[in-house]
């Protein structure tokens, strides 16, 4: 089995900054590609950003400018720094995981806890 663990998530005032990280562990072979969404109260879960093995990026329009997404691939963990916060980023942030499982090579997509992100104006 493999296993997300989430972290960083809060509570802080609009402007702020918040640094949210995702490490991933067991069963797996390799990773191609990690990601964060967000899912508020009343609202589907969306693709915040995501980031590939070649290091290609993608982001939301929402997050654009505000929010970088980076992965530390030694230690299979991947990072969403959020600055310039607002009330609107307010929802619980759910890493995710796609890649290759151990031994029996089935493909990965896992998911983390989710962390809540809570914004203050």
């Known amino acids: 089995q493999v296993q997300l663990v989430e972290s960083g998530g809060g509570l802080v005032q609009a402007g702020g900054s918040l640094r949210l990280s995702c490490t991933a562990s067991?069963?797996?072979?390799?990773?191609?590609?990690m990601g964060w969404y967000r899912q508020a109260p009343g609202k589907q879960r969306e693709l915040v950003a995501a980031?590939?093995?070649?290091?290609?990026?993608n982001y939301a329009d929402s997050v654009k400018g505000r929010f970088t997404i980076s992965r530390d691939n030694a230690k299979n963990t991947v990072y969403l720094q959020m600055n310039s916060l607002k009330p609107e980023d307010t929802a619980v942030y759910y890493c995710?995981?796609?890649?290759?499982?151990?031994?029996?090579?089935?493909?990965?997509?896992?998911w983390g806890q989710g962390t809540l992100v809570t914004v203050s104006s």
């Open positions: 980031i590939i093995s070649g290091g290609t990026t």
């Open positions: 995710n995981v796609h890649g290759r499982r151990w031994i029996t090579y089935a493909a990965l997509d896992a």
């Open positions: 067991g069963n797996i072979f390799s990773i191609d590609a």
